[in-house]
């Protein structure tokens, strides 16, 4: 079962930064964060990952705060591209057994 | 670089039929998963492979359910007698033998509807 709390859904302008948010009510202090995305009819896709600090690739930012019990993922120009479920979750690295919850749906606007 | 390749895409089948979907992993990639998701859920993990072995099938339901590596390389899961329950996405996943094992590559996915 999944054990982050995340929005069910949320609307952004195209262009603008997305911020997703993601709460971890129970992380603990050697699991990381992870953020997964599913555009529609296609399998997940690897986003971003960080423990402590935070984080930032060629797809997106991420942001942890200090006590670890939140994160917020940045899309910094979102495009109709974009649109699709975003997962965030806890896990030990190398811990092969991801948990999806049910995820944010992003929609991207025009 | 190809990514994980499923296929069918789509499937249709009557009740109590059998049915079989197919992955090839990436080049490489020496751990493959196969993962189902229900409507408006997460997917579930249900069996991974560390090359031809597999290592986790805890949850694969085993009174109708079978999966296969045999070289190590693709894999094919089967549902024989399929239910009504059984209508889902089933999806494959791989990650190399380097590298943290959170980060899994997954291809499009097999569309299961059981009539």
């Not at chain 1, 942890?64 to 896990?91: F, G, M, N, Q, W």
């Not at chain 2, 859920?41 to 109708?64: F, H």
Request: glycine share 6%; proline share 6%; charged share 20%.
């Amino acid at each position: 079962d999944a054990k982050t709390t995340q929005p069910p859904s949320m609307d952004c302008a195209e262009g603008r930064a997305a911020n997703l948010p993601c709460n971890h009510s129970t992380i603990s202090g050697n699991e990381y964060v992870y953020w997964y995305r599913q555009i529609h009819s296609q399998g997940p896709q690897y986003i971003i990952h960080g423990l402590k600090n935070n984080e930032t690739n060629e797809m997106a930012s991420l942001i942890i705060t200090e006590d670890r019990k939140s994160s917020t993922l940045i899309l910094p120009h979102a495009t109709l591209r974009d649109t699709a479920v975003y997962y965030c979750i806890d896990i030990l690295i190398n811990d092969y057994k991801l948990s999806f919850g049910a995820g944010t749906t992003v929609t991207v606007r025009a | 670089e190809a990514g994980v390749v499923q296929s069918p895409r789509y499937k249709i089948i009557e009740k109590k039929q059998p049915v079989a979907f197919w992955c090839n992993p990436i080049s490489g990639h020496n751990t493959l998963y196969w993962y189902r998701q229900n409507l408006g859920q997460g997917p579930e993990l249900l069996i991974r492979y560390e090359n031809e072995e597999a290592v986790d099938d805890s949850q694969l339901p085993k009174d109708r359910f079978s999966a296969e590596r045999l070289k190590g390389v693709d894999s094919t899961l089967k549902i024989q007698p399929a239910e009504l329950g059984d209508s889902a996405v089933y999806l494959c996943a791989s990650s190399p033998p380097t590298g943290p094992k959170n980060i899994q590559y997954f291809g499009a996915g097999t569309r299961l509807s059981v009539l």
